[in-house]
């Protein structure tokens, strides 16, 4: 079975379970919960039920600080990571069904210039 | 019955920190908004707390005009009021330094420090162009290597005295200016980083100061008293990222008084101060145009003041004003042949890493389930190295959608890359369910 989703620029990794505390969810609308907006299209990344959305750096240590989006705990039987401009309204990507368990959900990244400035060590 | 204290919710900030962090993040930095009469009652309060004669301020249009008035020495003043740095800058400077933390306060002060750093370049490379064809005449008559050496020597001298000027420095500037340009000239010579070292010892001779920089400081001084904090996601960055690294119960109530009055100049529109013995020298903010928390813009100038002075920056990486306003001039014979790194991978960026590889510009390096590994050699340490992959999902058409992303260089094969684009290794990037 797979422990690793990807739907385009958003990447789903499962780890062990956690149960999230009151302070760290993120509250969405009507149950909706946005991993990332579609700069562009519009088109978003999203669940429409049945997963709550928190932030946990102390366990998201062990991946870059700019990449991780939060986690997520997808309660049985599972939920669908769906993209577009709303529920059922497909976008550039076919909807991903996640089984239940916790993830850490983390967006793609380009090295590009201002990357490669940062790397680079000083030197003329 | 006194209430029992909460124990305290490590996603709260601190009031007073919430306060200041709120404050720099409303800043709106495209349009901003100058009250000189707020920023000059701020640095006398920012002065009356260090114990500081109050002094008035001089407001220049620009940077450029900022950097030649204090250059020409007005007043026979070039350097820092030493009391103020004593008093305040060397505190400043005590600050921990952290290496991931100065790279992302960077990118907000990008703009700041590249225009220092083009008017501190302009002066280098001046020396450099007359040393150079110096010593070039000096080998094309045959000249013995001393020789060489002398008019290597000569031509420096001269671009020295260029950079002084006709000012009438004090002494101690002067020896502190020559003895900074000799260094830089003897590592410059020698293969070290002399521009490094050049621009350095300006900075100092100068004594310029960010108001940016000084009251983000400040902020994050003030600021983090929580070592971690929870949904920073809204908030810039740049006002978080060295929050954690200060100790911040060191810090008294004078110290408070003390930089406080920074962040109310910097929120009131000062860009940059020179704080001379006599008078303040301050430059307005500019309009500044941030995204992704970096001083970019695809269309126009991303840093400009109202006198019209402007300067161009492609992904928090400053650029000449024809790559972002003449894109067709690049082609992909001008990026091979471009010997400058930094710019060169901002040069692919605008063209578009697709059509270098379709022009036949990039080798395969490898190729796996994962995608394709490309990259494109310019003979140094600075290889442009892209991965292909191709969309799960199959597009109307039937067709599926290819897309290019740039990784580091010294990336091997396809599965690495891919992987390295969501930060983790190829062992936990694998067996993958992809849409």
């Keep these: 079975m797979s422990r690793v989703f990807a739907q385009g620029d958003v990447l789903l990794v499962a780890v062990a379970d956690i149960e999230p505390k009151t302070f760290q969810v993120v509250k969405g609308v009507e149950d909706v919960v946005v991993l990332a907006e579609g700069e562009h299209t519009g088109h978003r990344h999203a669940f429409y039920g049945g997963v709550v959305l928190f932030r946990n750096e102390a366990l998201a240590r062990d991946y870059p600080a700019d990449l991780y989006v939060g986690h997520v705990k997808i309660s049985p039987p599972g939920a669908s990571l769906q993209h577009g401009p709303g529920p059922h309204a497909r976008g550039d990507h076919d909807s991903l069904e996640i089984p239940a368990g916790t993830y850490v959900v983390l967006r793609q990244r380009e090295y590009d210039a201002g990357e490669a400035e940062q790397a680079r060590p000083v030197y003329d | ?435």
């Design chain 2, 1 to 435: 019955m006194p209430a029992k204290p909460n124990k305290r919710d490590p996603s709260m900030t601190d009031p007073g920190q919430e306060a200041v962090v709120e404050r720099l993040a409303r800043l709106d930095l495209q349009k901003p908004r100058v009250d000189q009469v707020m920023v000059e009652r701020a640095l006398e309060k920012h002065l009356s707390a260090l114990d500081l004669p109050d002094r008035p301020c001089r407001w220049m249009p620009d940077f450029g005009s900022t950097l030649q008035y204090v250059m020409e020495g007005f007043k026979n003043h070039s350097g820092g009021d030493v009391e103020w740095e004593a008093a305040f800058g060397n505190d400043m400077r005590t600050f921990p330094a952290n290496a991931d933390v100065l790279s992302k306060v960077r990118a907000l002060n990008g703009a700041c420090e590249a225009i220092v750093n083009v008017a501190i370049n302009r002066a280098w490379d001046r020396a450099k162009r007359s040393a150079r064809a110096a010593a070039q005449t000096a080998i094309r008559n045959g000249a013995l290597h001393s020789e060489v050496d002398a008019a290597l020597d000569a031509a420096w001298r001269r671009a020295r005295l260029w950079g002084l000027g006709r000012t009438a420095w004090f002494e101690s500037d002067v020896n502190e200016w020559n003895e900074a340009w000799d260094t830089a000239w003897s590592n410059a010579r020698s293969g070290q980083s002399g521009w490094a070292t050049f621009s350095e010892a300006v900075r100092n001779v100068l004594g310029i100061t960010g108001a940016r920089e000084a009251a983000r400081r400040a902020a994050y001084r003030i600021a983090s008293k929580t070592p971690e904090m929870e949904d920073t996601r809204d908030k810039p960055v740049f006002v978080f990222n060295a929050a954690a690294q200060v100790n911040l119960d060191q810090m008294s109530v004078s110290d408070v008084d003390i930089l406080l009055p920074i962040v109310d100049a910097l929120e009131a529109g000062l860009f940059l101060f020179w704080m001379l013995p006599d008078e303040v020298v301050c430059v307005p903010h500019p309009s500044i145009s941030i995204v992704d928390q970096r001083v970019h813009r695809p269309d126009g100038p991303a840093v400009a003041w109202e006198s019209g002075e402007c300067h161009w920056f492609w992904r928090g990486v400053w650029v000449p004003q024809w790559l972002i306003e003449a894109p067709s001039k690049i082609t992909s014979q001008s990026i091979m042949s471009e010997r400058n790194q930094e710019l060169r991978r901002c040069m692919i960026e605008r063209f578009g890493a697709e059509r270098l590889i379709r022009e036949g510009n990039a080798q395969l390096v490898s190729e796996d389930q994962y995608g394709r590994l490309w990259r494109c050699d310019f003979g140094d340490r600075d290889p442009y190295t892209i991965v292909e992959v191709r969309n799960a999902t199959i597009d109307p058409d039937g067709t599926h959608r290819t897309y290019f992303l740039s990784v580091p260089p010294a990336m091997n094969t396809a599965h690495e890359a891919v992987a390295w684009t969501y930060g983790l290794t190829p062992e936990q990037y694998h067996d993958v369910r992809r849409t």
